[in-house]
């Protein structure tokens, strides 16, 4: 079945330190959604993408869409303490129904 | 964007007990999802609950053991059936929901059941 794989599992940075997360998927995806996880909390929506090669930006988050709308990634600039939780890609397959990735748990030292 | 509200947040259960998890969302939606999170995981999609008509399971969940039911577009209720310890897991609920310019999908705060 539909699969979206999400690496890394883990990363843990220092404070101002760049981190990134990249999902991947098996098909093409009519759009992809990233959430993120805080400890101990339920998945926030961050953000859709839906145009091939897509852009967007918020604040320190960059995401962008690849070209063949298969892969994901979510780019943070300088992290911060208050980054830190789990970022979870997902992709919409047809409907209204979501493939979560396996998510990227970040830790980040002060 | 909408507004869900879960409970009961956490409970601890017996084995072969069932329990009952509700959601309640502040605005009518057509389609309300359930997940379920294992410690450490990601989601995984239990089932899709449409008012009016029978929820729709996908693969490795069947009806008998997570019955759910949506009497309303602002309800649902999923139940976890003869408990196991496998069925410790956190469990979401879910709704499609607009926000500024795009629908994203709100959670549930979720419900951590552990099965002892």
């Known amino acids: 079945g539909q699969q979206v794989m999400q690496i890394p599992q883990y990363q843990h940075v220092q404070e101002g330190e760049d981190f990134t997360t990249y999902c991947n998927s098996s098909?093409?995806?009519?759009?992809i959604q990233w959430y993120k996880q805080r400890p101990g909390g339920h998945p926030v929506f961050l953000i859709q993408l839906v145009k091939s090669g897509e852009v967007k930006k918020q604040k320190r988050l960059t995401f962008q869409f690849g070209e063949a709308k298969k892969n994901s990634s979510l780019h943070i600039t300088a992290t911060q303490t208050t980054d830190v939780g789990t970022y979870f890609c997902?992709?919409?397959?047809?409907?209204?129904?979501?493939?979560f990735g396996a998510g990227t748990i970040l830790r980040v030292k002060s | 964007s909408a507004v869900i509200s879960q409970k009961p947040s956490r409970d601890i259960c017996q084995r072969g007990t069932s329990l009952t998890i509700q959601c309640q969302v502040d605005?009518?939606?057509?389609?309300m999802f359930w997940y379920r999170q294992q410690p450490g995981q990601s989601l995984t999609l239990i089932a899709t609950?449409?008012?009016?008509?029978?929820?729709?399971?996908e693969s490795g969940f069947v009806i008998d053991k997570f019955p759910i039911s949506r009497p309303n577009l602002t309800f649902s209720t999923l139940t976890v059936s003869n408990m196991s310890p496998e069925d410790s897991s956190i469990y979401l609920c879910?709704?499609?929901?607009?926000?500024?310019?795009?629908?994203?999908?709100?959670f549930g705060s979720g419900t951590r059941l552990t099965v002892v």
């Open positions: 879910s709704v499609l929901s607009r926000g500024r310019s795009v629908y994203g999908y709100t």
């Open positions: 609950a449409n008012q009016g008509s029978e929820a729709t399971y």
């Open positions: 605005s009518q939606v057509t389609m």
């Open positions: 098909t093409t995806l009519s759009n």
């Open positions: 997902a992709g919409r397959v047809g409907g209204n129904k979501l493939v």
